[in-house]
């Protein structure tokens, strides 16, 4: 009698426990829950083929210059050499326009892209005005920067690098220069530029 009594006690424990969710604790089914809820945290594995597709860097599209679509031209200009006492050639592509003989002032004005030659203008010079009449005389107007050369052999660089330039061009003969908007005999006191002065046209 006494074991048929604790096997029926048994069973109902046992019974108990199934039907109240198990014999865990608390603590155990809450760790349970927690893992659970980390697992469906994590991310969904992904397709390798969509990966591989996020992984290429597009390529970056090179944009046109300002050059591309526009006809260009090779023009001369006239540095100091590395010696400060003769000019040097440079050549440069620039866009083809009316008013050539501007921009390729401009240009000079700008100094040379090789490093070993030199620049023939004072700091701050610019160009002011530029004018070429019919009979081939160039009228070339420089800022009061250009006043402030050195000495005789820079003065003579800046001129003749300017007129050689310009000489290039068919429709130039000679050049006479003013400085802000004014005729001059000299720029900086060692130049003779009373007359115009005639290019190798």
């Known amino acids: 009698m006494p074991q048929r009594f604790i096997v029926i006690i048994t069973v109902l424990v046992l019974a108990i426990c199934l039907l109240s969710g198990g014999c865990q604790s608390s603590n155990e089914q809450s760790s349970i829950k927690s893992w659970r809820d980390l697992v469906d945290l994590l991310p969904e594995?992904?397709?390798?083929?969509?990966?591989e597709l996020q992984d290429e860097v597009p390529a970056v599209e090179q944009l046109p210059s300002a050059?591309?679509?526009?006809?260009t031209?090779?023009?001369m200009l006239y540095f100091g050499g590395q010696d400060?006492?003769?000019l040097v050639q440079e050549s440069r592509v620039i866009i083809k326009e009316e008013g050539i003989a501007r921009s390729t002032l401009n240009e000079l004005i700008k100094g040379p892209g090789?490093?070993?030659?030199l620049s023939v203008f004072p700091p701050g010079t610019r160009l002011l005005d530029?004018?070429?009449k019919p009979d081939?005389?160039?009228i070339v107007d420089l800022s009061r920067e250009a006043c402030q050369v050195a000495n005789q052999q820079q003065e003579e660089m800046m001129v003749m690098a300017i007129v050689n330039t310009l000489g290039q061009f068919a429709t130039v003969k000679e050049v006479?220069?003013?400085?802000?908007?004014?005729?001059?005999?000299?720029?900086?006191?060692?130049?003779?530029?009373s007359q115009p002065l005639k290019t190798a046209n």
């Open 45 to 51: 594995p992904q397709d390798p083929s969509q990966t």
């Open 67 to 71: 050059m591309d679509d526009q006809e």
């Open 73 to 75: 031209i090779e023009v």
């Open 84 to 86: 400060g006492l003769s």
């Open 114 to 117: 090789t490093p070993e030659y």
């Open 130 to 132: 530029i004018n070429v």
């Open 136 to 138: 081939g005389l160039c």
């Open 176 to 193: 006479s220069f003013m400085i802000n908007g004014e005729l001059v005999q000299e720029i900086g006191g060692f130049v003779d530029l």
